[in-house]
């Protein structure tokens, strides 16, 4: 209780004086009419004014009006009748004010028995004082009621009312101060959000929940407005909202704004807000309530986005949806529904009796009975007509759904355009059986193997190539016709396949025939699969290759030969690109021995002798079928080989060149043979003439000599004799010394020189060839050799000495040099002079057989021999001959020393 009458029960008082005034208005108009009387007139238009004014303004016909409206009246009675009258409505007057004051339950007794005493005491007055009959008789007590009864009745109204203020006025404040405390425990604690703020939007109270949901602390809000706090997007609408309230609208309403907490984020927030007016009625504040419903809206907004994805799914799912009643009408078809069963749109498909679209009309019936019975349908295959009257496959699947009374409300489901399937199914049966055709008619052999690679099926080719019958194959296992050397070739492969690791695999193994000969096959084999994905069975494709094997083996064995075969040999194509190159061709071209071979141009690779070209090559080929000639290779290095070419077409089974082979042998060697064969005959021819001039210079002296001395000997004297019998004996040494070196020579060829080494005083041996001299060549050599002791054959090395002595002779300059040395374990002779020496170039050449660095015949007992002869002996002697130029020209030649000559010799 606030300690004032509450507004509710004012307002019934306050109607119930207003039913007073409509009493009083039409019985003041009867007696005015009766009587026409004007002060009952006028009473009777104020009254009707009072009962028109709580009619027409009843917001503002509260208590302040009440009471002034009974005060003029009060005053307006008083002024016509007399102050007796007038005491009603002061009574009336003190007995609302009363009202306000006490406490509901006694107020309202109260007022009740005042207005009733009021209203009768002044109905009984107004009549009586009225009515002609009353008038004398009644004047005195009624007065006698106005002047004493009446004011006693004050009297006692007052004192009861003195009595209650107090009272009143204490419990009124108690209840004010309890209600102010509960209402701000509720407004505190309350979980919602609660706020007043002024009608311009200064917020005057806030709660603690609304501090926590806006982020700000209740100082900060209090100076703050409500547009502070409510995002822009949302604040037209709430200032809308406001105003309405203020222009008589709804006092009462609710809303969903974003708030903006101090962070900086938004927030939904629920609000109920009321526009709270004052005691007349008029707009004060508003109060609000508010809840953060930012998940809820999340919430919602999830809920708008689902059913928006589940209308999209509806309408965009490739899977065509329906919905249909009972009675076969259709409620709702996505597109793909009606594109499925080819209807022009979705409104003349809702025009269709789903009855009309099953080719087996009961094919409905059924359905309806057992979605009724089982509740749902799952993969019902039916065959359907289009619009345009074709039929197709579908496989339905649906449920019933039911109304709040459980009675069927309409069938939903999905239909799957199961025509290809049924059409693959069909094609299935017909592979199936080309299959088992192509199985039991293949070529080539097949089997089905199960994991213990047993034979569940084989074909007649397998039977025919095995020579066993086809049941008798079903009855053994793979190990059975295997040859024992190959019944595990294939077990890492096998289990890779089975574990899923490779799809296949393909190998060459021996089967055995029936009569016990040896089949080679190649084994393809694949897996079969269960519907759980494990291994169910082995598929083998088994072809005989045996004359492929043959085939391949002569392959083989035909590469082998072109490998090691020192011809070159190559395969091209017809656009001239080389496919194969044998070992002798790979290792000249410098191409790699393995993998594929680098483009080669053959046309720039090769050059004929005859001028032809790689086309005119290949034209000839075309017409004659085969090519020869002599060519020249061009390598990318540079470098070239002649050669003579074989060139060969080869043809498939319509007579195209698809390829040609080439052999090609390098004559390099044979055209370096011919030419030394030819520089050999050219050096025989030299021989020859120089032997036969060589040996017939001296021999023809000998002749010569012996005749005149066979003939003549008697005429010359003694010294004479003597001087013809040296110069025979010169001549004689010569020629024999000419033909020890041929005799070395041609043994040197055969390998059958022989020697005889011992040690040998070096310095002795020098002086015996010096001393068989002629006196001239005597005075042009110097010696100084030392007493050095050598291994060596005496007699080879006095021809090897004499053969340098002689060189020199006969090529060197005047003075000639000879001398020994000891070196390194090896005794050096130096044969030196001062002459020019060997041509630059021909240091070493001069030692090969009848090299000569002068003119044929040039010099006498001359035939290239003496230097090729001396460095063969000093070499099978344990040492060496070699030249050397500089201000002398130099022989030296080296023989192991006397401490060194075991070893040397062995």
Not at 176 to 198: N, W
Not at 253 to 268: K, L, M, T
Not at 335 to 363: C, F, I, N, S
Not at 560 to 567: N, R, S
Request: glycine share 6%; hydrophobic share 45%.
């Amino acid at each position: 209780m606030n300690g004032r009458f509450p507004k509710t029960v004012a307002r019934s008082l306050l109607r119930l004086r207003a039913v007073g005034y409509a009493i009083a208005v039409p019985v003041l108009a009867v007696v005015w009419w009766l009587y026409r009387s004007a002060d009952v007139g006028i009473l009777a238009v104020a009254a009707a004014l009072a009962l028109a004014w709580n009619t027409v303004q009843p917001q503002r016909a509260g208590t302040t009006w009440a009471l002034a409206i009974d005060l003029a009246g009060t005053g307006l009675i008083w002024w016509m009748f007399g102050p007796v009258p007038a005491v009603y409505f002061l009574l009336a007057y003190v007995v609302v004010i009363a009202a306000i004051l006490l406490d509901r339950d006694r107020a309202l007794c109260m007022i009740t028995a005042t207005l009733a005493l009021i209203f009768g005491m002044a109905l009984v007055h107004l009549v009586a004082h009225a009515l002609p009959l009353f008038h004398g008789t009644t004047d005195d007590w009624i007065d006698w009621i106005g002047e004493f009864g009446l004011p006693l009745a004050i009297v006692l109204y007052t004192a009861v009312i003195m009595l209650n203020i107090s009272k009143v006025v204490d419990e009124s404040r108690r209840d004010l101060a309890g209600s102010e405390k509960r209402f701000r425990l509720s407004f505190e604690g309350a979980a919602m959000g609660m706020t007043m703020f002024e009608l311009e939007g200064k917020i005057t109270q806030v709660n603690p929940a609304f501090c926590e949901q806006v982020g700000y602390d209740e100082r900060t809000l209090l100076t703050m407005t409500w547009r502070d706090i409510v995002d822009e997007a949302d604040l037209e609408e709430a200032e809308c909202r406001l105003r309405r309230a203020l222009e008589g609208g709804t006092t009462h309403w609710q809303a969903e704004d974003r708030f903006v907490r101090s962070d900086g984020s938004v927030f939904w927030a629920g609000i109920v807000a009321t526009l709270i007016r004052d005691e007349e009625g008029n707009p004060h504040s508003y109060f609000a309530q508010t809840l953060d419903i930012s998940e809820q809206k999340a919430a919602e907004e999830a809920l708008a986005a689902s059913e928006e994805r589940y209308r999209s799914l509806f309408e965009g799912i490739p899977a065509a949806l329906y919905r249909t009643d009972p009675e076969g009408r259709i409620l709702d078809a996505n597109p793909a529904l009606v594109e499925l069963l080819g209807y022009p749109d979705r409104d003349t498909m809702l025009d269709l009796d789903v009855h009309d679209a099953y080719v087996q009309k009961a094919g409905r019936k059924e359905a309806i009975e057992r979605l009724e019975a089982e509740g749902k349908l799952i993969g019902v295959e039916e065959q359907l007509r289009r619009y345009d009257g074709s039929t197709i496959w579908v496989r339905d699947s649906s449920r019933v759904v039911l109304d709040e009374h459980g009675e069927t409300a309409y069938f939903e489901g999905a239909l799957t355009d199961t025509t290809a399937r049924h059409q693959a199914e069909e094609a299935l049966r017909e592979s199936e059986a080309r299959l088992r055709a192509l199985f039991e008619h293949a070529p080539i052999g097949i089997a089905a193997v199960d994991l213990d690679e047993q034979i569940v099926a084989a074909n007649t080719e397998l039977a025919r190539m095995l020579g066993r019958p086809v049941e008798e194959l079903e009855a053994m296992s793979i190990a059975d016709i295997t040859h024992p050397e190959d019944q595990e070739i294939d077990l890492a492969l096998r289990e890779q396949l089975l574990a899923g690791e490779i799809p296949s695999y393909r190998f060459a193994k021996r089967f055995l025939h029936a009569n016990g000969h040896t089949i080679w096959v190649e084994f393809s084999v694949t897996v079969v699969h269960d519907d759980q994905g494990a291994p169910e069975l082995m598929i083998g494709l088994i072809q005989d290759i045996t004359e492929r094997r043959k085939a391949e083996a002569d392959r083989d064995q035909m590469i082998k030969i072109l490998e090691a075969t020192p011809d070159l040999v190559g395969i091209i194509d017809v656009k001239g690109h080389m496919t194969y190159v044998n070992r002798a061709g790979r290792e000249w071209y410098g191409l790699a021995s393995q993998g594929s071979l680098p483009p080669l141009d053959i046309a720039e690779m090769i050059e004929t002798d005859s001028g032809e070209t790689v086309k005119d090559i290949f034209r000839t080929l075309r017409t004659s079928g085969w090519w020869t000639g002599d060519i020249t290779l061009h390598a990318p290095s540079g470098a070239t080989i002649p050669g003579s070419a074989v060139v060969l077409p080869h043809r498939d089974d319509n007579g195209r060149i698809t390829h040609i082979s080439a052999t090609f042998r390098d004559l390099t060697e044979r055209i370096e043979t011919q030419r030394r064969l030819e520089q050999l005959v050219r050096s025989k021819d030299e021989f020859v003439a120089s032997v036969s001039h060589e040996l017939r210079t001296p021999l023809t002296a000998v002749v010569g000599l012996a005749e005149e001395l066979r003939s003549s000997w008697k005429v010359f004297s003694t010294e004479e004799i003597s001087e013809f019998m040296g110069l025979l004996a010169d001549q004689a040494s010569d020629v024999a010394n000419l033909v020890e070196d041929l005799l070395v020579a041609a043994r040197a060829e055969i390998g059958k020189v022989a020697i005889a080494p011992r040690v040998v005083e070096i310095a002795q041996q020098i002086e015996s060839v010096v001393a068989a001299l002629d006196e001239p060549s005597q005075q042009r050599i110097t010696v100084t050799a030392r007493h050095t002791e050598t291994w060596a054959d005496p007699a080879r090395l006095r021809q090897v000495i004499r053969n340098l002595i002689t060189n020199a002779v006969r090529y060197g300059g005047r003075h000639i040099e000879v001398s020994t040395a000891v070196e390194d374990g090896f005794v050096a002779l130096r044969v030196s002079d001062d002459g020019p020496g060997i041509s630059p170039g021909l240091e070493e050449k001069i030692f090969e057989p009848y090299a000569r660095d002068h003119e044929p015949g040039s010099q006498p007992n001359s035939v290239g021999l003496g230097l090729t002869v001396s460095r063969h002996l000093a070499r099978l002697m344990g040492g060496d001959l070699v030249y050397s130029s500089g201000e002398r020209s130099t022989f030296t030649l080296t023989l192991p020393e006397r401490a060194a000559a075991p070893a040397q010799a062995s």
